[in-house]
């Protein structure tokens, strides 16, 4: 951990085809070894396949299932007086954002479909329903954070 000051946020250029700096966080998280043109190709054909299967617009979709995989709660273990307790914390907007983008990649990875963007649409798709794994991980989440809520007193 640096001693000095906090890193600076470095500014996102938004994505070329809707203009959105959340889609090119996505796919920056999305993206393995570097390769941002593989990414960006597999994003943009598992929006058009959303559009194919549900009629919506893509991007729509994918904006409703990333607000509905975001936590509001998470725990964090806190050692006091010899004993270690999971202190249910809220998260920062941007850490909220972070969970669900990584929690939907992980999934869409270990979906048994053929492609990554069959992958991927079909748990966006489920997202935006309050269904499929995502949104079972953020419930969990939610449930561990309200079982240990008497150590609340214990978060500085």
């Not at 299932?65 to 007086?81: D, F, H, M, Y």
């Not at 929690?103 to 997202?127: G, H, T």
Request: charged share 30%; with cysteine; hydrophobic share 35%.
């Amino acid at each position: 951990m640096a001693r000095r000051r906090s890193a600076e946020k470095r500014k996102l250029i938004p994505d070329v085809r809707y203009n959105d700096v959340v889609v090119t966080q996505f796919i920056n998280n999305m993206m393995v070894g570097g390769k941002r043109s593989l990414s960006q190709r597999l994003f943009y054909t598992a929006l058009d396949r959303i559009q194919e299967r549900t009629g919506q617009e893509g991007i729509e979709v994918f904006r409703n299932a990333i607000k509905n995989a975001q936590p509001g709660l998470e725990v964090k273990s806190r050692r006091i007086g010899g004993a270690t307790y999971q202190v249910p914390i809220e998260i920062k907007p941007q850490r909220r954002m972070q969970l669900a983008m990584r929690w939907l990649i992980n999934f869409s990875r270990s979906r048994p479909d053929k492609s990554f963007a069959d992958k991927l649409a079909s748990e966006l798709i489920a997202a935006n329903k309050n269904e499929g794994p995502t949104i079972k991980k953020r419930e969990d989440t939610h449930r561990m954070a309200e079982a240990n809520r008497a150590f609340a007193h214990c978060r500085w």
